[in-house]
């Protein structure tokens, strides 16, 4: 089959590798569609700072295949004969970690705790790839309404209900969320659907907050025309937000805000609020934890993405209830082309695209 690996940093070729093998619960999956995250470039060009991502250079070091790609549709094609949830020709998604199944607290049922999770592109060879082999326990079947588009979208958006379900939003709570390409939209419209009273969207680009105003914000703030932290104050009566996600951190590389988010997020937050980091951000950053512990101010980590979150994540999609295909702006044909789709998502806004730009293999 073709894939796509990883041979040292920067040096990123389609290549022909062997079908992987298929062990007794795992399927076999043919990749239909996937689409490069930030976290994929910022791999190969060894930049990424998440801890999964920290390994590779070692693995790069030892020979072992580095293939990325973990937002993807995918087909199961073959089943080991002890899989017993999903047939030949189910349509499937992946959170983007496994957990082993056999650790202290995966055997406890704690799942999201596991010990040894594995990564789909790190452990697990990923989705740059015709067809890649996965435990029948780390995908989720999909339901027929949706297409295979938008289930490439799901990976991103099942993290986004966690963040909004590790968010604890009451009935009514004042939301903000910095940041507005798919994270940000995605959090907007789980948000909503968690119950969140007044809901307000910041981004610097009008095009996407005339489509975050379609997708469900009340008020929305270009932060290239006012003082966003004022402006919050202002429609909160000068109390803050109840819950502030920060969607917009990470390296300004690629176009995200560094630290500059999540300082403005703890001056928007209300005494006693939460504020909840969904980006990813990529190096150690001071905190006035004495103006935190004064304000009583949580800083919330959203707990992983979960095969549950998918699963809901999936029913909204297919109920009507979060809506994606706005979002996807740019769809290449042919697995050779995954370059200028990783080109497209490290330049969102030169190329006007709204989330990552999608392969169809
Ligand atoms: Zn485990």
Redesign the pocket.
């Known amino acids: 089959m073709k894939a796509w690996r990883l041979l040292a940093v920067g040096d990123h070729r389609l290549v022909e590798v062997p079908l992987p093998s298929v062990g007794d619960r795992d399927v076999l999956v043919k990749v239909k569609v996937v689409q490069a995250s930030v976290t994929d470039s910022e791999v190969l060009k060894g930049l990424s700072a998440t801890p999964s991502s920290r390994l590779i250079p070692k693995w790069l070091a030892e020979g072992r295949p580095v293939q990325r790609g973990h937002e993807y549709c995918g087909e199961v094609v073959e089943a080991g004969k002890g899989v017993i949830s999903l047939r030949v020709g189910d349509r499937v998604s992946s959170p983007s970690r496994v957990?082993?199944?056999?650790?202290k607290?995966?055997v406890a049922g704690r799942?999201s705790e596991?010990?040894?999770?594995h990564h789909i592109g790190g452990d697990i060879p990923g989705a740059f790839a015709e067809y890649m082999s996965i435990a029948e326990w780390g995908v989720v079947k999909m339901p027929t309404v949706l297409t295979d588009n938008e289930i490439a979208t799901l990976q991103s958006l099942c993290s986004c209900v966690s963040s909004v379900h590790s968010a604890g939003i009451a009935m009514g709570d004042s939301v903000v969320i910095l940041g507005q390409g798919a994270m940000g939209l995605g959090i907007l419209q789980a948000a909503r659907l968690a119950g969140a009273g007044q809901l307000i969207a910041v981004a610097r680009r009008p095009e996407t907050l005339a489509l975050s105003r379609k997708l469900g914000a009340y008020e929305t703030i270009n932060t290239r025309e006012v003082d966003v932290v004022s402006e919050v104050l202002r429609l909160t009566d000068g109390i803050g937000a109840d819950v502030v996600f920060d969607a917009a951190g990470g390296n300004t590389a690629y176009g995200l805000s560094g630290f500059q988010t999540v300082a403005q997020a703890f001056r928007m937050v209300r005494s006693g609020g939460k504020v909840v980091q969904t980006a990813t951000l990529d190096a150690a950053m001071e905190l006035d934890v004495v103006s935190m512990r004064a304000r009583a101010i949580s800083y919330v980590f959203p707990e992983p993405a979960s095969i549950s979150s998918m699963e809901l994540a999936a029913l909204w999609m297919a109920t009507g209830r979060i809506e994606v295909k706005s979002q996807i702006t740019h769809v290449l044909h042919g697995l050779d082309r995954l370059p200028e789709a990783i080109d497209i998502t490290e330049n969102k806004a030169k190329y006007g695209a709204i989330s990552a730009a999608q392969v169809v293999v």
């Open positions: 957990y082993c199944g056999s650790c607290r995966c799942f596991c010990l040894s999770p």
